[in-house]
Nanobody, 123 residues
Framework: QVQLVESGGGLVQAGGSLRLSCAAS????????MGWFRQAPGKDREFVATISKNGGSTYYADSVKGRFTISRNNAENTVYLQMNSLKPEDTAVFYC????????????????WGQGTQVTVSS
């Protein structure tokens, strides 16, 4: 089992920044690719970003490319999502996700989920 706990969500004005953190415990963190997904009210959960086991590869949804940055610290078992230039349409619950092995963008392939953290961007 891998336990994931997100933090760092909140209310921010459009154009502002937030940094989400996800602390992992349980199995060996460096064996897992990590990712972030989000779900807005009335919408399906959607892929945001993913990072490889050693942090050498990252992939982003087109909607966040150039604004969001995913990173990880394997020594601290933590993955981050730096979000800049936030827009009202970024408002959602953001979920941390772990998948054994390679990077991923498909929510159905996630092995473990965090409980989510709310991000609200006001206009």
């Amino acid at each position: 089992q891998v336990q994931l706990v997100e933090s760092g969500g909140g209310l921010v004005q459009a154009g502002g920044s937030l940094r989400l953190s996800c602390a992992a415990s349980g199995r060996t963190f460096s064996n897992y690719a990590m990712g972030w997904f989000r779900q807005a009210p009335g919408k399906d959960r959607e892929f945001v970003a993913t990072i490889s086991k050693n942090g050498g590869s990252t992939y982003y949804a087109d909607s966040v490319k150039g604004r969001f940055t995913i990173s990880r610290n394997n020594a601290e078992n933590t993955v981050y999502l730096q979000m800049n230039s936030l827009k009202p349409e970024d408002t959602a619950v953001f979920y941390c996700a772990a998948k054994y092995g390679r990077t991923f963008a498909d929510a159905s392939r996630v092995d473990y989920w965090g409980q989510g953290t709310q991000v609200t961007v006001s206009s």
